[in-house]
């Protein structure tokens, strides 16, 4: 009998992706609080008790339910520190599709952390749940984040005008997206 994945756990070279826990919630208030993280983020907490319930109501435990998100964190192997998070929203019936995002402490930025952890993610996602596409939904005037998603491979699919309500403001949404047999012909 085939095993289902009920719990996405990932080991990278430098990093594990685990589902996040109430007691996380500090560590990630930490960096989720600062102006420069929220700047592209739909969702900005102000206090502990915002992520606090961001974990206990937002995100679901069990993983491949249609229109659900799953958090995952960033943890460094070396110091067991939570450097950054990783959302999967499991859009469709069939559960084919997945957008990912991904927040990473501006501490922790520009050493491969991010593209580490996503590129885990996807192959993880692809490998292991057998999923046929992945998107990617990025503000246009994140580069940091268009560099990575290009780096790895994820091509531009299109750009909708002012489709995204945020911050009292109607924003551009730039979505990247790759299937599987293009991940695994590549990695």
């Given at each position: 009998m085939e095993k289902v994945e009920t719990k996405i756990n990932i080991e990278t070279k430098r990093l594990?992706?685990?589902?996040?826990?109430?007691?996380?919630?500090?560590?990630?208030?930490?960096?989720r609080k600062l102006s420069e993280v929220n700047k592209y983020q739909t969702w900005s907490p102000t206090t502990l008790k915002e992520v606090e319930e961001f974990i206990r109501f937002k995100t679901v435990k069990t993983i491949n339910k249609p229109d659900t998100w799953h958090q995952l964190v960033i943890i460094n192997k070396t110091t067991k520190q939570i450097i950054g998070d990783i959302g999967i929203h499991f859009l469709d019936i069939e559960n084919k599709q997945v957008e990912i995002g991904?927040?990473?402490?501006p501490k922790h930025q520009n050493q491969g952390f991010a593209t580490e952890a996503v590129t885990g993610t996807i192959d993880y996602l692809f490998k292991k749940l057998q999923?046929?596409?992945i998107?990617?939904?990025?503000d246009p005037e994140n580069e940091q984040s268009i560099k990575?998603?290009?780096?790895?491979?994820?091509?531009k699919e299109g750009l909708f005008l002012k489709s995204l309500w945020i911050n009292n403001e109607w924003l551009d949404d730039l979505i990247f997206a790759v299937l599987e047999e293009e991940w695994l012909i590549n990695h």
């Open positions: 594990h992706l685990r589902p996040i826990k109430i007691s996380d919630a500090e560590m990630v208030f930490e960096y991904y927040t990473l402490s999923k046929h596409r998107i990617a939904s990025v990575l998603l290009e780096r790895i491979g994820m091509r």
